[in-house]
């Protein structure tokens, strides 16, 4: 398989695997104490392999825990599946030249935002990948993107943005009624980190249509990212982006 073809399998294994794993990667108000549910992660966009768990400082990213035929051979060892997951606002192909820093980054980001009559607001480089906040024209966040620093290939980030945004989501016909506050959000990322014993803290609360992010920080410094859902409460922590670098606010 040509390096251009498997940068476009790993971005629709992220729709297939956000898809399967929509109603159970994320735990509700309901689930216990340390539970052992745990969201999985996303495969890498400029990974050789298709499948490939994430790597965070907590460990969070366990395949084992979605129990059989969940995981890196879900999809075969050859790493096909149906066509059609590519279509529509999901996503976009970089120029196959590298992305190095935050600035060209907000350029592909800047592309793909100009598709969607958005804006590029907030730009976050990460070890795996560089995260963009879409605006609306009046400042109010959309949805949130990712830019493969290998190529340049840009879409929708997976999980929360895909599966809950109600305007730019797979399922943005179905909206919701929001159930939770901002206050309410925040309070349930907390209380969702301490029940698994985290140093993580979250900070404050970007609402996006149909769910809220939050950074995540640690000794008051940003670590990651996680999303509370806004009907639901269910809790999705972003395995995907590896170590944090910096940000580019706009």
């Known amino acids: 398989m040509s390096r251009t073809s498997t ?13 399967v794993l929509s109603a ?7 689930t216990p104490s340390h539970a052992a549910l745990r ?3 996303a495969p890498t966009l400029s990974g050789s392999a298709c499948w490939s768990a994430g790597t965070s400082d907590d460990d969070w990213n366990d395949w084992d825990s979605w129990g059989p035929g969940m995981g ?13 997951m590519r279509g529509g606002h999901y996503w ?28 590029v ?6 070890s795996k990948n560089f995260y963009a906040e879409l605006q609306t024209p009046s400042g109010k966040p959309a949805t949130e993107i990712l830019v493969d620093p290998a190529d340049g290939d840009t879409g929708i980030e997976y999980g ?13 016909r179905g909206r919701t009624q929001t159930r939770l506050s901002p206050d309410q959000a925040q309070q349930r990322a907390r209380q969702w980190l301490r029940d698994r014993d985290s140093d993580l803290t979250a900070d404050r609360v970007e609402a996006f249509p149909g769910y809220y992010t939050l950074h ?9 990212m996680l999303s509370v859902n806004a009907a639901t409460g269910a809790v999705w922590y972003h395995t995907w982006h590896g170590t944090y670098v910096t940000t580019s606010e706009h």
Not at 7 to 19: E, G, M, N
Not at 72 to 83: K, L, R, T
Not at 93 to 106: E, F, L, Y
Not at 216 to 224: D, F, H, Q, Y
Request: glycine content about 12%.
């Open 24 to 30: 159970g990667c994320a735990t509700d108000s309901t």
């Open 121 to 126: 607001g907030e730009v976050m480089e990460f």
């Open 72 to 84: 890196p051979g879900m999809m075969g060892d050859d790493c096909s599946w149906g066509v059609g």
């Open 7 to 19: 940068r476009t399998v790993s971005a629709l294994a992220a729709l297939a695997l956000a898809t």
């Open 216 to 224: 995540t920080l640690r000794s008051g410094k940003i670590n990651g």
């Open 160 to 172: 929360p943005a895909m599966m809950w945004n109600t305007d730019y989501g797979m399922h943005s």
């Open 39 to 41: 969201p999985t992660a």
């Open 92 to 119: 976009q192909r970089g120029d196959g030249t590298p992305v190095k820093d935050v600035d060209q980054a907000r350029q592909r980001a800047d592309a793909f935002a100009h598709r969607l009559d958005l804006r």
